[in-house]
């Protein structure tokens, strides 16, 4: 190991004498660390590793280890079963290859790195700000999204943990996106000062989950009041004495350093080509796989052995030299070739962070090259650098770059080959190939959503359609006949439509009077719901109502938050299909205009749960798929009689009078289509207007006659919401239980075939082939519409005592084989 203390000096003495600093802690740490000073407003000085293998040349087989072994103790602590669903996730720039050996150490674990490279196409999992940084934005661009998913531990690691709010941060933003029960976080050396050393564990409290710490070593750095100051001034006056090269925009070294006279051609560098494996990640940019792991460790013995015979002969002190995030590559390859030649070999890489250079054995950076980028960084141009490797005495040079870095600024008079040759005789240079994810051909630009009058009878504002137009196909079929088709040809529900149900007078009646008699607790479980949403959710939601029974809801939240807070919400439909899950391009269209995390899922109640179920499936596979995340699964509802959800206006079963119509009382738009010859992959999915029926439309009678209620239940509302959200509102899917209780004891044995609660009954008497239905006993007036709807198509009622439902809807066992079932396709039985 190349030890920080040079000729008995350690390498922070310089610093410490000047700025009155004190590092105390394990007796290793003056081993680990030394001292150096950079122009940064927040903190001077730089805690500069010795095992880091990024400022301070060191050995390979020293640097990996150390990694390794972290791993190791990673392992460890969390066991050998939670050990094999641990993802680990390194920092950008300095700890992507201490993160790769983390997860070498751990054996099983794939790895991530955050980067400040964009690609194009590769959707972000995530991203960060890094507090202390001069360079601050890092994104995650897993080429698999779910990576992050799982419920595994989440392994964090950096080079220093010291006021931990990068790590915390981080932390914070992957909880809210992907949420566990525990994270790990390694780093080199703990440097919390005691202020923060019980940040951790209140942390920890404040999400609900274990967060544990992993270090070679702790201890702190001791300041003087005026540290800040004193290093500013120190460094400024170096500055002055020692001029930066580029217009004195940075730090000079003070040791022995050049820039190749510009009006000559720079020396060539020696192109090594080692055959890295094709299609094998350079690091862990995008993500670095177990498997991967193994196709490199195949491969490295070749590779080295190409590198070891390109050597000059008679070379003693070789280095290789990695670039900025490509760590891991070039710590690999150094390693295996310290174990097969009898030179000394060193590794380090470049960095794009600026400090001050000072030819003192007392200081950890001696010396500094400063070159210009040469990757198209996304920032722009700027100045990078590699320290203590001009005045080394390196024997050769081995510098270790991707093909994105390969570029005329590489090579330029002044870049960074021709710096190296100013410095050492041999230079080499060794292009590994840049891994860029395979990405799926974009979707075609999606429309903006329909809007009445053009496309329902909502005015413009009260919600935008994310849906096509297809008024125009015939899409109908009786009810029987629909369900024959679908039993015989295997047909989805959603590729056809059933007739729409005119209403009879006297069943028009019986909507009038249920709305009269209905709207001020309509009202209530409106203001109760919303109020839950903007204290819970977000404070400027956008509301997505699962069209088209939630659409009525969902124009009602929007108008009770415009009444109650003077919020103008963005509302918008969107098709959901059991079994083939929500429209992944209206989740698109969504998640490029909005964020995602304040999407509020609106849907009008709750059955037995199974569109609740599919929402969070459909989520989860369009997370998987797409690499978007934020959306929140968690459904909205005015009622909930089935105890599925947490954010809801009642959990009574009672009559929802826009449950009693089909278009006519909502905006006059039908059930969604998807069907493969009219729905396209880059279309959403379709649905008709029927404005042939628009004198009979009461969508907004209902939406007025409701929100005319608002102004006598505020007060009602209040008590309700602040009720809510101070009770135990946690699922308990009590409802799924009795549907399958029903089902087997009236011989169904499909809880498809079984629709409990008032507006999943009326759906089964409006469109479906009705078997019987079960009231509860002595249900009253939130039944009489059921009643009506039951004695027009001959369905008989029978009353049931404890029934946890108001009523539930039985399809007829005649058409079971042509019923849907949970796939949406015909249910055989």
Request: with cysteine; aromatic share 6%.
């Amino acid at each position: 190991m190349i030890n920080a203390v040079n000729d008995g000096v350690w390498s922070g003495t310089w610093v410490a004498q000047r700025l009155g600093l004190e590092l105390v802690g394990d007796d290793e740490l003056k081993d680990l660390l030394g001292l150096a000073l950079r122009r940064n407003p927040k903190r001077a000085h730089l805690l500069v590793s010795n095992v880091l293998g990024k400022h301070v040349p060191q050995s390979p087989s020293v640097v990996y280890g150390y990694g390794f072994a972290l791993g190791r103790r990673v392992r460890e602590l969390l066991g050998a079963e939670e050990a094999r669903e641990a993802v680990v996730l390194g920092y950008a720039e300095t700890a992507t290859g201490l993160g790769h050996s983390v997860a070498d150490g751990i054996g099983t674990a794939p790895y991530l790195h955050s980067t400040r490279r964009p690609v194009a196409g590769v959707a972000a999992a995530g991203g960060f700000e890094e507090s202390h940084s001069h360079a601050t934005s890092h994104l995650l661009l897993p080429e698999n999204p779910g990576l992050l998913a799982g419920d595994g531990p989440l392994v964090l690691v950096d080079d220093e943990f010291s006021t931990g709010n990068t790590v915390l941060n981080t932390i914070r933003d992957l909880h809210e996106r992907y949420p566990r029960d525990r994270y790990v976080v390694v780093a080199l050396v703990d440097m919390r000062s005691p202020a923060d050393a019980g940040r951790l564990d209140d942390f920890a409290r404040e999400i609900g989950a274990r967060v544990d710490l992993v270090t070679a070593a702790s201890g702190t750095v001791k300041l003087p009041e005026d540290v800040l100051a004193k290093g500013q001034d120190l460094v400024a006056r170096f500055e002055v004495t020692h001029p930066g090269a580029r217009g004195g925009a940075e730090f000079a070294a003070t040791a022995a350093w050049a820039r190749p006279a510009t009006d000559n051609p720079p020396p060539t560098a020696k192109r090594l080509d080692l055959l890295w494996p094709r299609n094998l990640p350079d690091g862990g940019r995008h993500g670095f796989t177990p498997s991967h792991r193994t196709r490199l460790e195949h491969a490295l013995p070749a590779m080295a052995a190409r590198l070891a015979e390109a050597l000059p002969t008679g070379a003693r002190r070789v280095h290789i030299l990695g670039f900025e995030e490509l760590m891991y590559a070039p710590l690999r390859l150094a390693r295996e070739l310290e174990q097969i030649t009898d030179a000394e070999v060193t590794y380090s890489t470049t960095t794009r962070s600026p400090v001050l250079a000072v030819a003192d054995p007392g200081y950890a950076i001696r010396s500094r090259l400063v070159f210009p980028a040469h990757d198209d960084p996304a920032d722009g141009p700027g100045d990078r650098y590699a320290y203590n490797v001009a005045g080394a005495g390196f024997d050769a040079v081995v510098a270790v770059v991707d093909s994105r870095a390969d570029t005329p600024q590489l090579h330029a008079p002044d870049g960074l080959l021709a710096q190296l040759a100013a410095h050492t005789p041999h230079v080499s240079l060794v292009v590994v190939p840049s891994y860029v994810p395979d990405v799926p051909e974009r979707h075609a630009m999606l429309p903006e959503p329909l809007r009445g009058p053009a496309f329902s009878s909502y005015p413009p504002d009260e919600v935008g359609w994310l849906l096509q137009d297809l008024s125009d196909v015939t899409l109908e079929a009786p009810t029987e006949e629909r369900e024959e088709a679908i039993q015989s040809g295997g047909a989805h529900y959603a590729e056809s439509l059933p007739v729409e149900y005119q209403p009879s007078e006297q069943y028009q009646e019986l909507f009038h009077a249920a709305l009269e008699s209905t709207a001020s607790r309509l009202a209530q479980a409106v203001g109760a719901v919303t109020e839950l949403v903007l204290a819970e959710r977000s404070p400027r939601p956008v509301l997505v109502s699962l069209a088209r029974a939630g659409t009525p809801v969902g124009v009602l939240m929007r108008r009770w938050a415009r009444f109650r807070q003077g919020l103008d919400l963005p509302h918008y439909a969107v098709s959901i299909v059991r079994g083939r899950g929500i429209d992944a391009n209206a989740l698109r269209w969504l998640a490029d205009r909005h964020d995602p995390r304040d999407v509020v899922f609106v849907d009008g109640w709750t059955g037995k749960g199974a569109i609740t179920r599919e929402l969070a499936d459909a989520v989860k596979e369009f997370e998987t798929s797409d690499g978007i995340t934020g959306f929140d699964p968690e459904i909205a509802v005015l009622a909930d009689p089935g105890s599925c959800v947490r954010t809801y206006g009642t959990r009574e079963d009672f009559l929802i009078p826009s449950a009693c119509l089909n278009s006519t009382v909502s905006g006059l738009i039908s059930r969604t289509v998807l069907r493969a010859d009219l729905v396209g992959p880059h279309d959403f999915h379709g649905a008709k207007f029927y404005r042939e029926l628009a004198g009979a439309d009461v969508s907004l009678e209902f939406i007025d006659a409701v929100a005319a209620r608002f102004p006598e239940v505020v007060d009602a509302v209040d008590a309700q919401a602040k009720e809510l959200l101070s009770g135990d509102r946690e699922p308990t899917w009590e409802g799924w239980a009795a549907v399958e209780r029903i089902s087997e004891e009236y011989g169904i044995h499909d809880v498809n075939l079984v629709k409990p609660g008032v507006g999943e009954t009326t759906r089964v008497l409006l469109r479906r082939v009705p078997w019987k239905i079960l009231a509860r006993a002595g249900a009253g007036a939130d039944l009489d519409h059921v009643r009506l709807l039951a004695g027009q198509r001959g369905v008989p009622v029978e009353e049931v005592d404890e029934l946890p439902y108001t009523c539930v809807g039985l399809i007829h066992p005649k058409y079971t084989r042509g019923a849907t079932g949970a796939d949406g396709l015909a249910v055989n039985v």
